[in-house]
C-alpha cells in the first residue's frame, strides 16, 4: 500500500470514528434508541432483547462514550494531517500508542462487565487503524 492510501484509508477510519460517535449524541438528542438497545444486546450476547439504552446511567454513558469517539476520531485525523503525511514512522508510533492503550483497557472492561463480544468487535474496529499502518510501504524521505 502506498503512503498515499495509508493516509486515505486511516481518514476514513478516523471518518467511521466520528460517524459513530456522533450517531449516538445523535440518538440521544432525538431519543431514538432502538439501534443503541440492539448494540448493547448484541454486545451481551446472546440477542434476546434483555438489554436496552434506556436509563439516565445508560446515556449518560453513550453520551461520555458518544464524545470521546467522535474526539478520537478528529485527533487521529490531526495526527494523520498534521504528522504522519510527513513522517510515517513519528505519526505511526503516536496512533498505535493511543490505539493499542484503547483496545486493551476497552477489552479487558468490556470482558468484564460480561460484554465479551465487544472484545471481538474491537478487533475488527482497531484492524481499521492498524492495516494502513503495517501496509503501508516507507515513503522516500523529502530532500531539500
Known amino acids: 500500500m502506498t503512503h498515499n ?10 471518518g467511521v ?20 438497545s440492539w448494540f448493547m444486546d448484541l454486545l451481551h450476547l446472546p440477542l434476546d ?3 436496552s439504552f434506556g436509563a439516565d446511567s445508560e ?12 474526539g478520537l476520531g478528529l485527533m487521529v485525523w490531526q495526527i494523520v494531517d498534521l504528522i504522519y503525511v510527513e513522517d510515517p514512522v ?17 477489552s479487558l472492561g468490556s470482558v468484564l462487565a460480561g460484554a465479551w463480544f465487544n472484545a471481538i468487535l474491537n478487533a475488527s474496529f482497531l484492524a481499521l ?5 503495517l501496509l503501508a510501504k516507507p515513503r522516500q524521505p523529502v530532500t531539500a
Open 5 to 14: 492510501r495509508a493516509v486515505t484509508f486511516l481518514k476514513i477510519a478516523c
Open 129 to 133: 487503524f492498524l492495516l494502513p499502518i
Open 17 to 36: 470514528t466520528m460517524a459513530m460517535g456522533i450517531g449516538t449524541v445523535f440518538a440521544l438528542a432525538t431519543q431514538t434508541f432502538g439501534l443503541l
Open 59 to 70: 446515556r449518560v454513558l453513550g453520551a461520555i462514550g458518544g464524545g470521546l469517539m467522535f
Open 90 to 106: 513519528k505519526g505511526a508510533k503516536i496512533i498505535l500508542w493511543g490505539l493499542w492503550g484503547w483496545y486493551i483497557a476497552d
Open 49 to 51: 432483547g434483555q438489554q
